[in-house]
């Protein structure tokens, strides 16, 4: 059983950056989808960003061109660059592959405000 650890996240200033990590146990990581989600308060969960196995990426409207998922297989580790943050970034960040396949992590929580 895969299970997922999230890192990385904090308070943080509009404009700010942030990286989350994603540590996967598993030797089968390599082979999944792996996607960053989200969950502000009062919202559903939603999909922020994923990368395929061979590195493929898409993004969510909302954060193109602000945030950059990444993966490094060898570590069995997912990142998600997180930069010009905004206030409606606020939320609890998870991994997990692409559909969702995984038993969820605690969460990174990302609060941006001044």
């Known amino acids: 059983q895969v299970q997922l650890v999230e890192s990385g996240g904090g308070l943080v200033q509009p404009g700010g950056s942030l990286r989350l990590s994603c540590a996967a146990s598993g030797s089968i990581f390599s082979t999944y989808r792996m996607a960053w989600y989200r969950q502000a308060p009062g919202k559903r969960r939603e999909l922020v960003a994923a990368i395929s196995s061979g590195g493929s990426t898409n993004y969510a409207d909302s954060v193109k061109g602000r945030f950059t998922i990444s993966r490094d297989n060898p570590k069995n580790t997912v990142y998600l660059q997180m930069n010009s943050l905004k206030p409606e970034d606020t939320a609890v960040y998870y991994c997990?592959?692409?559909?969702?396949?995984?038993?969820w992590g605690q969460g990174t929580q990302v609060t941006v405000s001044s």
């Open positions: 997990n592959a692409d559909p969702v396949l995984l038993a």
